[in-house]
Each structure stands twice: as structure tokens, then as C-alpha cells.
């Protein structure tokens, strides 16, 4: 059974740093790896996905890598802004289409 | 551009009362839909998947069930709710081919007092 698992659980930053967050998969036999926001009582934004056949994507001021043979997937975040606080949720994409999460890291940004 | 629904945004029920939760998708035909729920403490979970109209897979055994009408219309239900049904549930969508990336409504928060 896939379990993910996101380290740390929360992370409190100064504004303009560089940060990483840090998400395993126990089952390297994934379809992909998805990252997303969660504002508080929203629902989620997609911000990046990963193909399997993929060792990383980027979007803006984010970068995701993929390293199926660890079981590992990180999302860096460059140059963070208040804006940036939220939890950031991966999910590793089993065959069937089916996203199983992590429990999601908790980002604040403080100016 | 597709865009994706889900009503009500609130909802706080009785022990026991009916349940239906309802999800549509605009801007694209054929679409994968997915029921999740976010509980607290307790992380996201899948709970129904439908690749097509009437074509529907239950992930986790309880007390919820799932219906999809029309192509792009997903309903949740439950004929009697439980304390434990309380949570935030999420409709999320997905093109039939792949990379399969889902996208998320803005969800629904259920109470059940």
C-alpha cells in the first residue's frame, strides 16, 4: 500500500528565503507525482506535476525534481514571499489514476 | 477554459439526515471524477472515482455513496449521516487521457451535529 509522507509538517521562514520541502513515496511504481496549495478553507490549486518518465518541472519561482528509484520528491520554492504561506500538499499518482497524499506541510512566510 | 463546481460551499446536517453533495465541471467532455474527503487530522482520502456516466468505483467501504448522472456531473450521498461523515469534501477532475493531473473545486465543509 502507498504511504507518503511530507517532512517538515510545518516551516516558518523569513521572507526572500530559498526553502525546500521534502515529500517520500514508499512505492516507486508511480504514474506521477503532483504538488499543490491549500489556502486555509479552500480547495486545492495544482502547481506542478511530474511524470514519471520526468526528473524535474518548473513553474515561475518553483521547482519540482522526481527521483522514483529513492521514493523522493522535492519542491523548491526560490526567493519566498508572504504570498507563498499555505500548506503544500505532493501526492504520488498510482496506476488507476488514484492520488494518494501526503499530510501536507505547513508554510508561513513572515515579512 | 474548464471550471469546476461544487455546491453548497456549507453545509451542517442533523444525525441522520440525507446528504447529497453536488459537483459539475464545464469546458471539457469525457472528464475522470474523483470525491475526496479532508478530515481533520486525518489528511485527504479518495472515497469515489468515475471514468465515465454511471460508471463509478467506491475506494473506501462507509457510509457515502456516488452517482454521475450527466458526463459532467458527480453527486454524493448518503441516505443517513453520521457524526463521523463531518469533513471537507472535494471534487476533483481530470482529463480521460493522460498525465491525468487533477484539478480541485473549492469544496464543500460538512458539519454533522
Known amino acids: 500500500k502507498q504511504e507518503v509522507t511530507q517532512i517538515p509538517a510545518a516551516l516558518s521562514v523569513p521572507e526572500g528565503e530559498n526553502l525546500v520541502l521534502n515529500c517520500s513515496f514508499t512505492d516507486s511504481a508511480i504514474y506521477n507525482l503532483q504538488w499543490f496549495r491549500q489556502d486555509p478553507g479552500k480547495g486545492l490549486t495544482s502547481l506542478l506535476l511530474?511524470?514519471?518518465?520526468?526528473r524535474e518541472q518548473t513553474s515561475g519561482r518553483l521547482n519540482a525534481s522526481l527521483d522514483k528509484s529513492s521514493g523522493r520528491s522535492t519542491l523548491y520554492i526560490a526567493a519566498s514571499q508572504p504570498g507563498d504561506s499555505a500548506t503544500y500538499l505532493c501526492a504520488a499518482m498510482e496506476y488507476g489514476n488514484k492520488l494518494v497524499f501526503g499530510a501536507g506541510t505547513i508554510l508561513r512566510v513572515k515579512s | 477554459s474548464q471550471t469546476i463546481h461544487q455546491w453548497p460551499a456549507t453545509l451542517v446536517q442533523p444525525v441522520g439526515s440525507p446528504l447529497s453533495l453536488e459537483c459539475t465541471v464545464e469546458?471539457?467532455?469525457?472528464?475522470?471524477l474523483y470525491w475526496y474527503r479532508q478530515a481533520a487530522g486525518r489528511g485527504l482520502q479518495l472515497l469515489f472515482y468515475?471514468?465515465?456516466?454511471?460508471?463509478i468505483s467506491s475506494e473506501v467501504p462507509q457510509n457515502l455513496s456516488a452517482s454521475r448522472p450527466q458526463d459532467r456531473q458527480f453527486i454524493l450521498s448518503s441516505k443517513k449521516l453520521l457524526l463521523s461523515d463531518s469533513g471537507f469534501y472535494l471534487c476533483?477532475?481530470?482529463?480521460?487521457?493522460?498525465?491525468?493531473?487533477?484539478?480541485f473545486g473549492p469544496g464543500t465543509r460538512l458539519t454533522v451535529t
Open positions: 469546458g471539457t467532455s469525457n472528464p475522470n
Open positions: 511530474i511524470q514519471s518518465s520526468q
Open positions: 468515475s471514468v465515465g456516466i454511471g460508471q
Open positions: 476533483a477532475w481530470s482529463l480521460g487521457t493522460g498525465p491525468y493531473e487533477q484539478y
